[in-house]
């Protein structure tokens, strides 16, 4: 709590092993919307991250014993099987070549890339930036400026 007021944070990542209470315990005593992550690898994945009540919902690639950051992708179509209205972000994998099949199959909130625009490991590439970036755009889904840009809390915590 106290990190999350002394550096300003407005929104938490959840990239673990954390229950939903846990998650909900985090949005009650911070104030922040709450990010959390899921490691996709079948359908039960799906339906696991179904049970915590954050904002968002982010879909990320399974590899044994690494949290996130591995380059690499999941069955899109696994997404297919989601009930759930909290909104999505589509992670795992994604790069200007790839992401706007995956934007178009799995019809994302937002998307969450840093492998796939880097020319090394922490390395961010500005080109590969710039082309992720007008890939995304070229989908046509620019949010609108007259909505907000973050839902509020209440509504993507609904079942």
Same mark, same amino acid.
């Given at each position: 709590?106290?990190?999350?007021?002394?550096?300003? *944070? @407005?929104?938490?990542?959840?990239?673990?092993?954390?229950?939903?209470?846990?998650? !909900?315990?985090?949005?009650?005593?911070?104030?922040?919307?709450? $990010?959390?992550? &899921? #490691?996709? #690898?079948?359908?039960?994945?799906?339906?696991?991250?179904? !049970?915590?009540?954050?904002?968002?919902?982010?879909?990320?690639?399974?590899?044994?014993? =690494?949290?996130?950051? =591995?380059?690499? @992708?999941?069955?899109? &179509?696994? $997404?297919?099987? #989601?009930? !759930?209205?909290?909104?999505? *972000?589509?992670?795992?994998?994604?790069?200007?070549?790839?992401?706007?099949?995956?934007?178009? /199959?799995?019809?994302?909130?937002?998307?969450?890339? /840093?492998?796939?625009?880097?020319?090394?490991?922490?390395?961010?590439?500005?080109?590969?930036?710039?082309?992720? =970036?007008? /890939? +995304? #755009? !070229?989908?046509?889904?620019?949010?609108?400026?007259?909505?907000?840009? +973050?839902?509020?809390?209440?509504?993507?915590?609904?079942?």
């Amino acid at each position: 709590v106290g990190t999350a007021e002394g550096i300003g *944070l @407005t929104m938490v990542q959840l990239h673990g092993d954390e229950g939903p209470s846990f998650c !909900s315990e985090v949005a009650r005593r911070t104030g922040v919307k709450v $990010v959390k992550a &899921a #490691r996709v #690898r079948d359908g039960g994945d799906i339906r696991a991250i179904e !049970s915590f009540r954050t904002d968002f919902h982010l879909l990320d690639a399974h590899v044994e014993g =690494t949290y996130g950051g =591995t380059g690499t @992708t999941f069955d899109h &179509a696994l $997404v297919d099987t #989601r009930r !759930s209205r909290v909104p999505l *972000l589509l992670s795992g994998g994604l790069t200007a070549e790839n992401v706007v099949g995956a934007i178009e /199959a799995v019809a994302p909130w937002g998307v969450d890339v /840093a492998s796939g625009v880097e020319s090394a490991p922490g390395v961010k590439d500005h080109a590969k930036v710039e082309a992720f =970036t007008a /890939a +995304v #755009r !070229s989908t046509g889904d620019e949010p609108d400026p007259e909505s907000p840009d +973050v839902p509020a809390p209440e509504e993507a915590r609904t079942p």
